[in-house]
């Protein structure tokens, strides 16, 4: 069984950076696209990043410009680097994976806890 394990949580000042990741536990698994989802108190859970197999990314308005989604498949490994950070950016954080093979099979993270906060 896959497990994706997240790590790079925490507390950051405003205008502050940050990098998450999170990695597969297996070699065996081959990441097809992946993203990044956010969910912030009170509000509904949303799409921050996502990228595809051919390199291709796709970035929420709100992140656009401060956030880079990136991937390394040799370690079975994705990112999320975080810049400029607002408050706003307050949330736990999640990400998601898809087989390669089969789209209907997909992983999520457990959920890192990002504070932005002066």
């Known amino acids: 069984q896959v497990e994706i394990v997240e790590s790079g949580g925490g507390l950051v000042q405003p205008g502050g950076s940050l990098e998450l990741s999170c990695a597969a536990t297996?070699?065996?698994?081959?990441?097809?696209?992946v993203a990044w989802y956010r969910q912030a108190p009170g509000k509904q859970r949303e799409l921050v990043a996502a990228?595809?197999?051919?390199?291709?990314?796709n970035y929420a308005d709100p992140v656009k410009g401060r956030f880079t989604i990136s991937r390394d498949n040799a370690k079975n490994t994705m990112y999320l680097q975080m810049s400029s950070l607002k408050a706003e950016d307050t949330a736990v954080y999640y990400c998601?994976?898809?087989?390669?093979?089969?789209?209907?099979?997909?992983?999520w993270g457990r959920g890192l806890q990002v504070t932005v906060s002066s």
């Open positions: 998601h994976v898809l087989d390669y093979r089969d789209s209907s099979i997909s992983y």
């Open positions: 297996t070699t065996r698994f081959r990441f097809g696209p």
């Open positions: 990228l595809n197999n051919a390199g291709s990314t």
